[in-house]
Nanobody, 122 residues
Framework: QVQLVESGGGLVQAGGSLRLSCAAS????????MGWFRQAPGKEREFVAS????????SYADSVKGRFTISRDSAKITVYLQMNSLKPEDTAVYYC???????????????WGQGTQVTVSS
């Protein structure tokens, strides 16, 4: 059973920073690409960033390039999302997910965490 647990969300003012963490079971992390998605009220869930297991290759949505950084700690089996220069439009529930392929579509990800709320005030 895949287990993903996110943490690190909260309330921050525009221009501030937050770091999200996603802890995965060892077996999960050793097999898959991990990604971050977000979903704002009334909107579809959207891709934010991903990182591959072997090469550490990263991908980002255009809306977060240059502001967000995804990274991983293989020893601790944790993936991070460092979010800088936050904007009110970044407000959403952020989800960690795992995929067997390198993709950016919701349908390509098989397992999901419970989500963590990020709220950016103006």
């Amino acid at each position: 059973q895949v287990q993903l647990v996110e943490s690190g969300g909260g309330l921050v003012q525009a221009g501030g920073s937050l770091r999200l963490s996603c802890a995965a079971s060892e077996r999960t992390f050793s097999t898959y690409t991990m990604g971050w998605f977000r979903q704002a009220p009334g909107k579809e869930r959207e891709f934010v960033a991903s990182i591959t297991r072997i090469t550490g290759r990263t991908s980002y949505a255009d809306s977060v390039k240059g502001r967000f950084t995804i990274s991983r700690d293989s020893a601790k089996i944790t993936v991070y999302l460092q979010m800088n220069s936050l904007k009110p439009e970044d407000t959403a529930v952020y989800y960690c997910a795992v995929s067997a392929v390198r993709g950016s579509l919701v349908s390509e990800y098989d397992y999901w965490g419970q989500g963590t709320q990020v709220t950016v005030s103006s």
